[in-house]
């Protein structure tokens, strides 16, 4: 195991490439909770945050309550 997560992956959702090029896999926990895990990160990605196994909570789809997504619309 080269992998080592502080919470349990129950299994495997989805996965989604994000526009950053890096590739991040959607994980259902052991509490009922969904991660979003980073599996690949891509070369040219710029975001720090974006590291091999590191959890991503802003795109955790359970928690889409963004009030504020009005001003700054990225589309594609
Ligand atoms: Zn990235």
Same mark, same amino acid.
């Given at each position: 195991?080269?992998? !080592?997560?502080?919470?349990?992956?129950? *299994?495997?959702?989805?996965? @989604? #490439?994000? =526009? %950053?090029? %890096?590739? /991040?896999?959607?994980?259902?926990?052991?509490?009922? $909770?969904?991660? !979003?895990?980073?599996?690949? @990160?891509?070369? !040219?990605?710029?975001? *720090? @945050?974006?590291? $091999?196994? $590191?959890? #991503? =909570? +802003?795109?955790? =789809? &359970?928690? /889409?309550?963004?009030?504020? &997504? +009005?001003?700054? *619309? /990225? +589309?594609?």
């Amino acid at each position: 195991m080269s992998k !080592t997560f502080s919470m349990r992956i129950l *299994r495997g959702l989805s996965s @989604r #490439l994000l =526009p %950053c090029g %890096c590739l /991040a896999g959607i994980y259902e926990t052991y509490d009922g $909770n969904v991660v !979003t895990i980073l599996d690949e @990160r891509d070369e !040219t990605c710029r975001d *720090r @945050r974006h590291v $091999n196994g $590191n959890v #991503l =909570p +802003d795109l955790c =789809p &359970a928690r /889409a309550s963004q009030s504020r &997504a +009005d001003s700054t *619309r /990225a +589309d594609r």
